[in-house]
């Protein structure tokens, strides 16, 4: 696709509750990474992907947070058991390869937790 | 450890008044440092990065390493320059931002 597409744009759900987001990265590109936006904390790093392969988790909050790839492609953070603090935008990135390569990010998945 | 710093949360200016947005670097090797920026209801999206030297919609960025610095600057705020701005550094395949900056051009 022309740019970093990520679903769902908005999600509300209850305090609780599992939840997932999708990303689908800039086709070809190999690095694919999450952000977490909210106020107070800024940009968070998440996770980064090579590949299929998640080399950096170092940014995930707790053992509810976890993040998968396939087929070097599409991406799913996965929240279990969601916390009102889990509210927040999550935001994908991707680029062609890990360094020197433009970081491309996606419109973001709003979640508030209720 | 990187660490990136933006002093300014709010920064306020009128049009066609300069304005230039701090950043502060620690990074023990050599970075690579970058602007980003986010418009209303808009994806986060590059606007510079140091080792281009290059001027998008009229703003400039340094880079200082006797002061680890990269400020942003435009001599002629426009109105549309209304924007959230992020201060990045890159590390091998992270990015790591700084607080950010929220610039609003009054008329």
């Known amino acids: 696709g022309a740019g970093v597409s990520q679903s769902p744009s908005n999600k509300v759900t209850e305090k609780g509750k599992d939840v997932e987001l999708r990303c689908d990265p800039i086709s070809g590109h190999t690095a694919l990474y999450w952000y977490r936006q909210s106020l107070g904390q800024g940009l968070e790093f998440l996770i980064y992907?090579?590949?299929?392969?998640?080399?950096?988790k170092s940014g995930l909050p707790s053992d509810r947070f976890s993040a998968e790839r396939t087929g070097g492609s599409v991406s799913t953070l996965t929240i279990q058991r969601t916390q009102q603090e889990d509210s927040a935008v999550y935001l994908c990135?991707?680029?062609?390869?890990?360094?020197?390569?433009?970081?491309?990010f996606g419109e973001g998945s709003w979640l508030t937790v209720v | 450890a990187q660490r990136v710093t933006q002093p300014e949360k709010l920064l306020s200016v009128f049009k066609g008044a300069p304005v230039e947005l701090k950043c502060n670097y620690s990074y023990s090797g050599s970075p690579e440092l970058f602007w980003y920026v986010q418009y209303s209801r808009q994806r986060l999206q590059l606007l510079l990065r140091h080792i281009s030297r290059e001027s998008i919609k009229g703003f400039t960025a340094d880079l200082n390493k006797g002061e680890t610095s990269f400020h942003l600057k435009k001599p002629f705020a426009q109105e549309e320059d209304s924007a959230m701005y992020y201060c990045?550094?890159?590390?091998?395949?992270?990015?790591?931002f700084g607080a950010g900056t929220t610039v609003t051009v009054r008329a």
């Open positions: 992907f090579q590949g299929n392969s998640a080399p950096d």
């Open positions: 990045a550094l890159r590390n091998d395949y992270k990015l790591s």
């Open positions: 990135a991707s680029s062609l390869g890990p360094s020197r390569n433009t970081i491309y």
